[in-house]
């Protein structure tokens, strides 16, 4: 299902599936926070940080709150804090698509943290 369009082939049926490359601004700083991201959502790892989670009464889902409280490593915020913009985007995406990867029976436990009201 391809279309020209100015002068160069669009082909429309997988254009919407391919993500650009994004090039790191601050790869050590990036690295930095996403070991502490993916840290916190390891196997061994994740129920406890739930559970900080919901003694703190934090949404899963703001990640901003959560690096603030601490919750994903003592330097973490600072570390995030340190990143250019569209760094920043990357390791909330990141961590979004970590916290939608949690088993069913973990995210039923703590549903609170889930839920949007």
Known sequence: MSQTHSGYEV???TALYERPAVAIGDAATFAAVKAA????????????????????????????????????????????????????????????????RVEMGLRDKYFKLYAYY
Do not use: C, H, W
């Open 37 to 100: 991201v993916e840290g916190k959502f390891a196997a061994g790892n994740v129920e406890s940080f739930m559970k900080s989670l919901e003694r703190a009464k934090l949404r899963i889902r703001d990640f901003e709150a959560v690096a603030k409280a601490g919750k994903l490593g003592a330097e973490t915020a600072a570390q995030y804090a340190k990143l250019p913009m569209g760094d920043q985007a990357l390791v909330r995406e990141l961590y979004l698509a970590s916290l939608e």
């Open 11 to 13: 082909d429309r049926s």
